[in-house]
């Protein structure tokens, strides 16, 4: 072929190349991306990342979004006197209490994974929490005795619901609800789904650390990258995740612990023994909804390593990440967990 003859022909093709860019830039549309800050909400800090197609939309999903964690929280809480489960808590020995559709949601939900975790997840545990979060702020352990008391008030199999009339009975005395280990999960999924109705393309709700993202991510990244929080050092990432649609939550002793004579003791407890959890200081389960993951983290956290990983093998398009107290600087990894690794190096 002739010099010049090559020249035209690489010029014709670059001319096209560019063309077909701009098309393809014009086409694309313009998505804004909106960083809500931080809410307080649940006793921790929530924030949220919207895509939209303006600023508009954007704004008008963080508010819906911010909502549902008001409505969430006031249902929800066992710190509020005012709320449902507070409510639950007083009455339903004595009779059935009505609840909201969420509340019975969530209910129903946390005996699935009762039985699904052989009883290592056990909303029921409100007695045992209470006795801890005494002993925090007394700074005096409980005795044998107030642990086996406040254990025999535990069991998922007490709790009566009632889907028809959606009511919630203790089948015995002194029973107490607490839904610290799963309420987290549940607001961010609805809080997802109501930045989605919004009109947003994509999205992610972090509630303390929690989290799920949806659609599309940010920039021109084709996943959502989410770094994982070192037990070991505050304001460290142990790795990275690339994620689309999926939730993660992480559980473990080292953001919320106690220490009594010189140990210490998680703020999650074994519903059996009434114990303090301790054989893993960080458990992260990758699941698709964010209910999944918090529910699963608590209760693997419960079950130790070992049962717990066998666990989340059995269970379809979920992961877990694990780091033992005693060995802080390895961490175990479910089969598929590598899918979502992402191998580039940790910026801090
Ligand atoms: P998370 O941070 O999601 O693991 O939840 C921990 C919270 O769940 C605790 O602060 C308690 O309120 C509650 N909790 C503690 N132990 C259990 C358990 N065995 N099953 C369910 N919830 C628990
Ligand atoms: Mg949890």
């Known amino acids: 072929?002739?010099?010049?003859?090559?020249?035209?022909?690489?010029?014709?093709?670059?001319?096209?190349?560019?063309?077909?860019?701009?098309i393809w830039q014009?086409?694309?549309?313009?998505?804004?991306?909106?960083?809500?800050?931080?809410?307080?909400?649940?006793?921790?800090?929530?924030?949220?990342?919207?895509?939209?197609?303006?600023?508009?939309?954007?704004?008008?999903?963080?508010k819906a979004a911010v909502a549902v964690f008001d409505r969430i929280e006031t249902l929800m809480s066992d710190y509020d006197p005012d709320s449902q489960i507070s409510e639950v808590n007083r009455r339903a020995f004595a009779e059935p209490v009505a609840v909201d559709a969420d509340v019975?949601?969530?209910?129903?939900?946390?005996?699935?994974?009762?039985?699904?975790?052989?009883?290592?997840?056990?909303?029921?545990?409100?007695?045992?929490?209470?006795?801890?979060?005494?002993?925090?702020?007394?700074?005096?352990?409980?005795?044998?005795?107030?642990?086996?008391?406040?254990?025999?008030k535990v069991g998922w199999r007490h709790l009566i619901l009632d889907p028809e009339h959606k009511t919630v009975r203790f089948a015995l005395e002194g029973m107490a609800l607490d839904l610290g280990g799963i309420a987290k999960g549940y607001a961010i999924d609805k809080a997802a789904e109501a930045i989605r109705q919004a009109g947003a393309v994509g999205g992610m709700v972090d509630i303390g650390g929690d989290l799920v993202c949806f659609g599309r991510s940010l920039g021109q990244n084709p996943h959502w990258l989410i770094g994982l929080q070192d037990?070991?050092?505050d304001e460290k990432h142990l790795m990275r995740l690339?994620?689309?649609?999926?939730?993660?939550?992480?559980?473990?002793?080292?953001?919320?612990?106690?220490?009594?004579n010189g140990q210490k003791y998680s703020h999650i407890v074994n519903p059996v023994t009434a114990d303090a959890a301790a054989d893993l200081s960080s458990v992260t389960i990758i699941a698709p909804t964010a209910m999944q993951a918090d529910a699963l983290a608590t209760a693997v956290s419960v079950l130790g390593p070992e049962k717990g990983m066998a666990?989340?093998?059995?269970?379809?398009?979920?992961?877990?990440?694990?780091?033992?107290?005693?060995t802080p600087n390895e961490y175990l990894t479910t089969s598929g967990a590598f899918r979502y690794i992402h191998n580039t190096p940790v910026t801090h």
């Open 104 to 152: 019975f949601d969530v209910l129903v939900a946390a005996v699935e994974y009762s039985r699904l975790s052989d009883g290592a997840f056990d909303i029921t545990v409100g007695p045992v929490v209470q006795l801890w979060r005494t002993a925090r702020n007394t700074a005096v352990a409980p005795t044998p005795e107030q642990i086996a008391d406040a254990g025999a």
């Open 1 to 22: 072929m002739k010099q010049s003859t090559r020249n035209i022909l690489l010029q014709a093709v670059s001319g096209l190349m560019i063309i077909t860019l701009l």
């Open 311 to 326: 666990l989340i093998e059995t269970i379809d398009d979920v992961e877990a990440i694990l780091i033992r107290s005693n």
């Open 26 to 62: 014009g086409k694309r549309p313009r998505l804004v991306e909106l960083d809500s800050g931080y809410y307080q909400t649940m006793g921790t800090l929530a924030r949220m990342l919207v895509v939209a197609p303006d600023k508009a939309t954007a704004e008008q999903a963080v």
């Open 231 to 233: 037990p070991a050092a």
């Open 242 to 260: 690339a994620l689309d649609d999926r939730a993660v939550a992480t559980s473990g002793d080292y953001r919320r612990f106690t220490i009594l």
